[in-house]
């Protein structure tokens, strides 16, 4: 595959699937730049994701990641991370589905619990039970994953090396069409 392609490369899946860390080593193989949507909806509000969820909620949350998948998308040859529930929004699943490769990094839901266990910046697991919210996301977010999605990758092994194959593959795939 030619890195010079222009055709970005977006990253959906759940909470713990690796989006971040692999869209950050993709971008490094492929030598383009890295965004993380959350990362920037952050730098634009100045503010942390729990803060924006506790201020405006989801709805507000969502409308600011509405905003940032718009411009990424808009964007020629990145490598982008999105947040998990990027694809509950009619528009995001358009935007990304039309303008790069999307790779949905599917992972079970007992393996984004256990990577996802300590970290206190989902305000969606702030919850007594972030297993059945963890079980509920997937039930809800799973069809959309796949139907904004050119190919599927599990993520599920933690092999950085075997994934990284894959997610090219797809984008290699995606480009020679």
């Known amino acids: ?3 010079k392609d222009s055709t970005s490369l977006y990253l959906v899946g759940p909470m713990g699937a690796g989006k971040s860390t692999l869209a950050r080593h993709l971008a490094q193989v492929l030598g383009r730049p890295f965004y993380d949507s959350d990362r920037v909806i ?3 509000t100045g503010a942390d994701i729990p803060w924006i969820f506790d201020m405006e909620g989801e709805e507000g949350f969502r409308r600011r990641e509405r905003d940032v998948i718009d411009e990424l998308t808009g964007m020629a ?6 947040g998990g529930g990027v694809v509950t929004q009619e528009e995001n699943r358009r935007h990304l589905h039309e303008r790069g490769c999307v790779v949905y990094l599917w992972t079970p839901v007992e393996v984004q619990l256990a990577r996802t266990r300590n970290d206190r910046n989902r305000p969606l697991l702030q919850t007594s039970d972030p297993e059945a919210r963890l079980q509920a996301l997937f039930q809800e977010r799973d069809p959309l994953y796949r139907e904004v999605a050119h ?3 599990s993520t599920a092994s933690g092999n950085l090396k075997k ?3 894959q997610v090219l593959g797809c984008l290699a795939d995606h480009a020679s069409r």
Do not use: C, S, W
Request: aromatic share 0%.
């Open 77 to 82: 040859g990145i490598v982008l991370a999105t």
């Open 42 to 44: 952050e730098e634009k």
């Open 1 to 3: 595959m030619n890195p």
């Open 163 to 165: 994934v990284t194959d």
């Open 151 to 153: 190919g599927v990758v």
